[in-house]
C-alpha cells in the first residue's frame, strides 16, 4: 500500500521532527510535552463550550419535579441542545435517587421502571452520582459535566502524548462541543484509549502492558459495549509480538497463554463489576439486558437498517425481526474481516497492527449496528488522531456529523409540528448516508493507514519474512534482522558518531521508539518507553 513506503514522518504530525521521543533519549520531548499540555487546556475550554450548548435548555425556571420550563420539549429540538442528560432527570427515577438496577424491572410495554438505566452497570453508577446532590435537570446536568469532564482531560492527555499536535483534533473537534455532555461518552472513550495507551507508551513486559489494556477494555465495557470489539485483536496482538519477540524458542502452546489472558482479564472485570448488582437485583439488572435487546431500529436509531433496509419488508415486525439477526452478525463478520486483514498484515510485516483493526471494527459496528447514536462519533474520533488517513477523509466525516448531530433534533420538532419535510428532514438524510459511505470507506483505509505510533522502518520486509531466524548449531535462537543490526549498521553509526560528535545515538532518529514488544525499552523518569 502507498502508505506503508512513505516515511513516518509527514506534515501531519505537527512540528518536523517531532514525533514524541525526546532527543536525549529520557522521556517525551519538549514538543510533546507542549502538545500534551495545549491539548489539555484547549479541550477544558472546548468542553465549557459543550456545557454552555447544553444548557441553553436548562431552566430558567422549573417545575415540581426538577424539570425545566417553559416550553421544555420545543426548545430541545427547535434549538438544537438536547441532552440525554437532561432528558433522563425523569423517567428511570433518577430524580428520585434511587439506587440504579437494584429495585428496578421493565414493563410489559418495554418501560424500565425502578431505577433499572438501559446502559451498563458503570454509567448507571456515573448517571446516579451525577443526580446524588440535583434537585433538578439542569442540577444534573452540571453535576454529571463535573464528573464527565476529568475522563475528556485525561483522552486529551493521553492523546498529546501518543500522536503530539494531532491531538487537538480531539480537543478542538466540532464532536465535543455537540456530544461532550450529550451521554456519558466521555468515561468509555477514556477507558479504551487508555487501553491503548498502556500497550505504546508504558514500561513493562508485554505480558503486564496486555494484562492492564485487557483490564480497562473491561472496564470500558462495563461503560458502553464497543471496547469489547477491541479484546480480539489486542489478543491477536499479543500473539504476534510474544512469537516474534521470543521466536521458536517457545512453543505455539506456551505462545498462547499470555494472548489468552487478554480476554480472560477482561471477560473478568466485566464479571466482577456486575456481579454485585446480579446479586443484590438481578430482575433490575437483566431488565438492562432485555431492554436493549428490545431496541428497534426506528426513526431514533440513524441507522441504514430503518433507512436503506426497512422499505424492503411489508411489515414492521418482519423488518424488526431480521434486523435484530441480521445487524450482530454483519458486526461480527465486519470483526473477523477486519481480524483477517490484520492477520494478513502481521504474516507480512512481523507486526500486527493493532489500532488499525480496532479502528475498522469499531466503523463497522456504526456502520451495521442498529442503533447509531449521535455522540457515537466521539468514539471514532480518537482513531482519527492515532492513525495517519488523509484530512479529507477526516473533514468529511465531520461535515456528515454535523449535518446529523443539528438536524436530527430539529426534524424531530418538524415532525411534531406535522412538517414532512424540509431542510432538516435533507440534513439528516445527508448525514445518515453520508456518515454510512465514509464509515464504509475508512473501514478500508483505516487498515492500510499508519499509526502515529509506528516507529518502523519505512520500507517493509518481502513477505515471507520471519522476524527470528531458526536455533543454530549450538542450540540456542540466533537473533535475527527484527533483533540485530547488521555489522555494516553498526559501523555506519560508528561513523555517523565520529562524524558528529554532539550527536548520540539516542538522538539519530527522534522517531526511534523501540517496538511495543521490545524486550528492553529504555525507560524515561514518566514511564514512558524511549
Known sequence: MASETTSHTSADDGPPGDTGVSTTGFGPSPAT?????????????????????????????????????????????????????????????????????????????????????????????????????????AEFLLGSAALLAPFGLVTAWMLGRLAGWRALLWALGPPLVLYAFHNWDLAVVAASVAA?????????????????????????????????????????????????????????????????????????????????????????????????????????????WYWGVRHLFSGDVAFQQFTDVASPLAVLTALALACGVGWDRAQRDGEFPL?????????????????HSPQYTLWLLPMFVLLRVRWGWIAAYLAADVALGI???????????????GFAAQAVVIGVWGRAALLAGLFVAFLGARAVTDHRPARLPPRGYLPFEPPGPGGSGARGPASRDSDDDRAGRRRTSVDNPGRTTASRDPDSTPPSGSSSPEPGPDGQRT
Open 33 to 137: 510535552r507542549a502538545a500534551a499540555a495545549a491539548a489539555i487546556l484547549l479541550c477544558g475550554i472546548t468542553l465549557v463550550l459543550g456545557l454552555l450548548n447544553k444548557h441553553r435548555c436548562t431552566g430558567p425556571a422549573f417545575d415540581e419535579n426538577g424539570r425545566s420550563t417553559p416550553n421544555y420539549a420545543e426548545r430541545n429540538y427547535h434549538d438544537a441542545c438536547y441532552s440525554d442528560i437532561q432528558f433522563l432527570w425523569l423517567g428511570r427515577d433518577v430524580d428520585k435517587h434511587v439506587l440504579p438496577y437494584v429495585h428496578g424491572d421493565i414493563t410489559a410495554e418495554g418501560q424500565l421502571v425502578g431505577g433499572t438505566l438501559e446502559y451498563p452497570v458503570l454509567t448507571g453508577t456515573l448517571v446516579w452520582a451525577g443526580a446524588a446532590f440535583a434537585d433538578t435537570d
Open 196 to 304: 491503548f495507551f498502556v500497550v505504546q507508551r508504558t514500561r513493562g513486559s508485554l505480558r503486564s502492558r496486555a494484562g492492564w489494556a485487557a483490564v480497562l477494555l473491561g472496564v470500558g465495557t462495563a461503560l458502553k459495549l464497543y471496547p469489547g470489539l477491541f479484546v480480539v485483536p489486542l489478543a491477536l496482538y499479543v500473539y504476534v509480538e510474544s512469537r516474534r519477540t521470543d521466536g521458536p524458542r517457545r512453543g505455539v502452546r506456551e505462545a498462547l497463554r499470555v494472548p489468552l489472558r487478554v480476554p480472560l482479564l477482561a471477560g473478568g472485570v466485566v464479571a466482577a463489576v456486575n456481579l454485585p448488582f446480579v446479586l443484590a437485583g438481578f430482575d433490575g439488572w437483566w431488565a438492562s439486558i432485555e431492554f436493549q435487546g428490545q431496541r428497534e431500529a426506528d426513526g431514533t436509531s440513524n441507522s441504514i
Open 355 to 371: 489500532l488499525q483493526v480496532c479502528a475498522a471494527a469499531l466503523c463497522g459496528f456504526l456502520l451495521l449496528h442498529k442503533v
Open 407 to 421: 438536524g436530527i433534533f430539529r426534524w424531530y420538532g418538524d415532525f411534531q409540528q406535522s412538517i414532512a419535510d
